[in-house]
């Protein structure tokens, strides 16, 4: 569909700022632009960034969503939910485990503890159900409407851990109307991506929607560690998902129930001795994608399990709607992979049997979750009212239990790997808040929008240590930590002209206490204060070339206190947990669009943002500096971070897309590209040569054609992504050797796509 004629937008968006409330359907707002369509135009986005529908240009948040063709092209290749690393305007997405256990960075801020309890500050909804654990937020991406990002604190309406921002995806739901599809691609490694959904009316009030997902890729990383030699030992997986929904509708009451399940048997990402050149941050010269030397390599293994339902109850009032979600999720994971990288060690047989390189320790390790429940409920309600104040009020519950369990084992004195350390952790943390929002029109051109939400948190802990590598012996260590805050954002939305509309906000959120008690190789368990932040934000949204650009644009500065930071190995595969006094960040943001004709739409997306710890004070133990170039000032053995930019906090961040379609035949041709950029990063807290990642050039390409027949659509596709095979080291290991973790190396497939209707 393309954008709607001017009346017609102007109709909806009042239809949609004072009547729409959380429950309104996209496909109701879809109905209604079907008759509107011009030519060369953009099509209107609608958003969920507030809980109501809303044009996305009418809203005063910063953000940015992604859906169609863009969305499709780069999920191609079997990717996981890090294809979005770089797509979006501020934000970037790392992993130290593969697929599963993602990182977000949204404008700088984010969390690069790999523990299992680690909590993030930029948080994933997914259906409107919170994804607290790292383990669920890595659910395969498939039969998704829509991706949108909310840039900034969102601490009033979405509560938990939101400091930085917000990655929210919406699926596809039941509808009355037959409809759905299949697909299947091949590629690379003999990698095969398949996925379908089909949903329809069961009565002439209930429908259903199943989706399923299937992935599946050989391993191909041959190990030639010298006694250890085997061929394809590593980097394949077997993925499989599956959504099953249904929706009632009634004449005043909507209910829609949603189970969603995973299981994920792989290898976890390879980590690779010594594969940066000392004194530099190049990949070493022999630098091969499907070769490791590892001692370990034929025990590494990653299994997720994960479940999940959710019910949304809606009730539809004279002026009000009631909406209840209720939420269970569930996951298991146990990863367990040949950390250093490499082969042998030095203190072993005079150190003649070690490598790639020097390698100090063998450290060979796996952690799981065993047991892990999350309870949600979230009750509001939300005003439909025709004057000119609408409101939301609600209360949230979240309860989650977790289970970790840490393992090391001794390599040296069993091929095996002995188990030699063994620790399990125990989290409960309940949570809950109210929360209330209220919009007000003041004139047809002037409306403000204020949010409060008072939350509390707890977090009650127990690790227990019953076997440790460095002969610590046994240890048992219980924590609390809790705390409240009041969070509240301030903004207003003011329409320029029927083309511009400026907004303006200032926010406050927060982080809940953290608790870090991965005491395999050392006795403390460490704990972070509640970090909170302030942010400032104005900008422009508009519509230019009569419908055929858009242009946002923003600008924006935070100030965080207390701000919790990760110290990741440095001596040990150990983390520590701190606070740094204060942190700063400041940049914009722009998003257009573009119809350049009738045939060529374009995309551009730039960033910059800027972060500082700022904090006198502020050490960390420093590293073995053997193999390893500080630029940071070492004191005694410990490195001060004062100035430092955050780690994984790219200064830069771009994207570029263009999409040709041409009438052909019976159907169409097309051809699309996209480039993202993005800057080098610091790795860890401290700065170091080796440690600096470097810029990454990512670019893909896809083409194709698309027929119809009768009620059905075929494409048939080609795509590659990474087509140049930009391949450098995107995350490391400090604490033994120069150990990286290296990007996907370049991928080439071909997928055929039917949809039916």
Do not use: C
């Not at 969503?65 to 996981?80: E, K, P, R």
């Not at 991706?147 to 009033?156: I, M, N, S």
């Not at 003011?494 to 083309?499: A, E, L, M, P, R």
């Not at 965080?560 to 700063?584: H, I, Y």
């Amino acid at each position: 569909m393309k954008a709607m004629k001017r009346s017609t937008l102007a109709t909806l968006i009042n239809a949609t700022l004072f009547s729409a409330v959380a429950g309104t359907s996209f496909s109701s707002l879809a109905a209604e632009e079907k008759t509107a369509k011009k030519s060369n135009q953009l099509e209107v986005i609608q958003v969920t960034a507030r809980k109501r529908v809303e044009n996305a240009q009418e809203v005063p948040v910063a953000v940015s969503a992604l859906q169609g063709d863009n969305l499709d092209a780069y999920s191609s290749a079997g990717m996981d939910i890090r294809f979005l690393n770089a797509k979006i305007p501020s934000l970037s997405i790392e992993s130290s485990f593969g697929r599963s256990f993602p990182r977000f960075y949204v404008r700088g801020l984010g969390n690069t503890d790999f523990d299992l309890n680690a909590s993030q500050p930029v948080s994933l909804v997914v259906d409107e159900v919170v994804q607290e654990n790292a383990i669920l937020k890595g659910f395969p991406v498939f039969d998704v409407e829509r991706v949108e990002v909310l840039r900034g604190p969102q601490g009033t309406l979405f509560g938990r851990n939101t400091p930085a921002g917000l990655v929210k995806f919406d699926t596809v739901k039941p509808s009355q109307e037959f409809d759905g599809y299949g697909s299947v691609s091949y590629g690379s490694r003999g990698a095969v991506d398949t996925s379908g959904a089909v949903g329809g009316a069961l009565t002439d009030r209930l429908s259903a929607r199943v989706s399923l997902l299937w992935q599946d890729k050989d391993d191909y990383i041959d190990n030639q560690a010298p006694g250890f030699e085997a061929k394809d030992e590593q980097g394949g997986y077997t993925e499989k998902a599956a959504r099953v929904q249904f929706l009632y509708e009634g004449d005043d009451f909507t209910a829609l129930l949603n189970y969603h399940t995973r299981d994920l048997d792989g290898s976890p990402i390879a980590f690779r001795a010594n594969v940066i050149k000392a004194g530099t941050n190049e990949l070493v010269d022999n630098y091969e994608s499907d070769v490791v030397y590892q001692d370990a390599a034929s025990r590494s293994t990653q299994q997720v399990e994960s479940e999940g339902a959710s019910l949304k109850l809606e009730w539809e009032l004279k002026n009000h709607t009631i909406t209840s979600i209720s939420a269970w999720e569930s996951a298991e994971i146990y990863s367990r992979a040949d950390i250093d990288g490499g082969y042998g060690a030095a203190f072993i047989d005079d150190g003649n049997f070690q490598g790639p390189g020097i390698i100090p320790f063998a450290s060979e390790s796996a952690d799981g979750i065993p047991d892990h429940d999350q309870l949600t409920q979230e009750l509001r309600l939300s005003s439909n009212f025709d004057g000119d104040l609408n409101y939301q009020v609600g209360v949230f519950y979240f309860d989650e239990e977790l289970t970790i369990e840490n393992y090391s084992y001794n390599t040296f004195s069993s091929p095996a790997g002995e188990l030699d350390g063994f620790v399990r952790q125990q989290q409960d943390t309940t949570a809950w808040a109210v929360f209330g929002s209220v919009d007000y029109t003041f004139s047809d051109d002037l409306k403000v929008t204020a949010g409060l939400r008072y939350s509390d948190d707890d977090k009650d802990f127990v690790a227990n240590r019953t076997l440790s590598p460095i002969g610590g012996g046994a240890l048992l260590v219980e924590r609390d930590v809790s705390d409240d805050h009041v969070s509240w954002d301030l903004s207003a939305n003011y329409k320029v002209n029927d083309d511009v509309n400026w907004y303006g906000r200032v926010a406050n959120s927060f982080r809940a206490p953290s608790l870090q008690g991965r005491i395999l190789f050392g006795d403390d368990v460490t704990t972070a204060e509640s970090e909170t932040v302030t942010s400032y934000e104005t900008g422009i949204k508009s519509d230019v070339l009569d419908g055929q650009g858009r242009v946002n644009a923003t600008v924006f500065y935070y100030t965080m206190d207390d701000q919790q930071l990760t110290a990741v190995g440095g001596g040990a595969n150990f983390n520590r947990l701190v606070n740094a006094d204060k942190t700063t960040g400041y940049g914009f943001e722009l998003d257009t669009q573009w119809v350049l004709s009738d045939e060529f739409n374009a995309t551009f997306n730039l960033s910059y943002n800027k972060t500082e710890i700022k904090d006198s004070n502020l050490s960390i133990a420093a590293p073995d500096r053997s193999t390893l170039n500080i630029t940071d000032p070492v004191v005694d053995g410990k490195v001060f971070l004062d100035g430092n930019s955050l780690p994984h906090a790219p200064e830069w961040i771009s994207n570029f897309t263009l999409r040709y379609t041409k009438e052909l035949a019976d159907g169409n041709f097309f051809a699309s590209g996209d480039i993202s950029y993005r800057s080098k990063i610091n790795m860890f807290l401290y700065e170091s040569v080796e440690f600096e990642g470097k810029e990454l050039i990512e670019t893909g390409l896809r083409t194709g054609y698309t027929w119809s027949e009768g009620d059905y659509e075929y494409e048939v596709a080609a795509f590659v992504r990474n087509l140049f095979d930009e391949q450098q080291v995107i995350g490391a290991v400090d604490f033994n050797n120069n150990t990286g973790i290296v990007n996907e190396e370049r991928y080439v497939g071909a997928e055929f796509k039917v949809n039916f209707f």
